[in-house]
């Protein structure tokens, strides 16, 4: 009965290098959305996927942020040629099926990215 | 865009006492949802509501959605240390939309 997964918990890469995030849904979710929290900041939307399909990346920067949920395998959000501000905690969130007017949305634990 | 408005963003209140969190937006939302994020962890779910002037109950702790879906509010009776936590708000325009998420109010319930 396991939960939305996220790995790995903390990562800490140097300015310049790459950062990739993994999430798995939970069981049967096949909707999977990432959002960033800022130090002392609220939660913010950045992309909204399904199978094989980026539905809604309107809060995703244009630049060097690009996220995927492949038919087999986690959702991934990959960060190239990490910068300070990117540090922050991304949390993954998941949904069974989109009903009219219900989104309930089950969080990951979230990855904690520090950029040195 | 939608923004949701939590207050207060702050409270700290004996074992015992009652408390109210509010969310208000100029937006109006098809459901919203009320999380708990502990530190170092990501939230979890307590309750959504999807109707206008809904009210549920969760053992302690009642939520109410504003009959016009811009509002809503989290009541807490005889609050013990163990509610210590943030609580967030969150609205969804749309089924399978992004949530909008309030800054959060921080709650320390003191022994």
């Known amino acids: 009965n396991a939960g939305v997964m996220q790995n790995p918990r903390h990562l800490v890469r140097r300015r310049g290098q790459e950062a990739r995030l993994r999430c798995s849904p939970m069981k049967g979710h096949s909707h999977v959305y990432w959002y960033r929290q800022l130090p002392e900041e609220g939660l913010k939307f950045m992309v909204y996927?399904?199978?094989?399909?980026?539905?809604?990346e309107s809060g995703m920067p244009k630049e060097r942020f690009s996220a995927e949920f492949p038919k087999e395998g986690p959702s991934i959000l990959r960060i190239q040629q990490v910068v300070r501000g990117d540090s922050a905690a991304y949390f993954c969130a998941s949904s069974l099926t989109v009903t009219t007017g219900i989104n309930e949305q089950y969080f990951g634990p979230g990855t904690r990215l520090t950029v040195t | 865009t939608q923004l949701l408005e939590q207050s207060p963003q702050f409270l700290s209140i004996q074992e015992g006492e009652n408390l109210t969190v509010y969310c208000n937006s100029s937006s109006v939302f098809s459901s919203l949802q009320w999380y708990r994020q502990e530190p170092g962890e990501g939230p979890v779910l307590l309750v959504t509501v999807v109707t206008g002037g809904e009210v549920k109950k969760l053992k302690r702790l009642t939520f109410q959605f504003g009959d016009a879906r811009k509002d809503s509010s989290l009541h807490i009776t005889a609050a013990q240390t163990g509610d210590t936590g943030l609580y967030l708000c969150?609205?969804?325009?749309?089924?399978?939309?992004?949530?909008?998420f309030g800054g959060g109010t921080r709650l320390m319930v003191k022994p």
């Open positions: 996927l399904q199978k094989e399909n980026i539905i809604d």
């Open positions: 969150a609205g969804a325009v749309n089924a399978g939309n992004m949530l909008t």
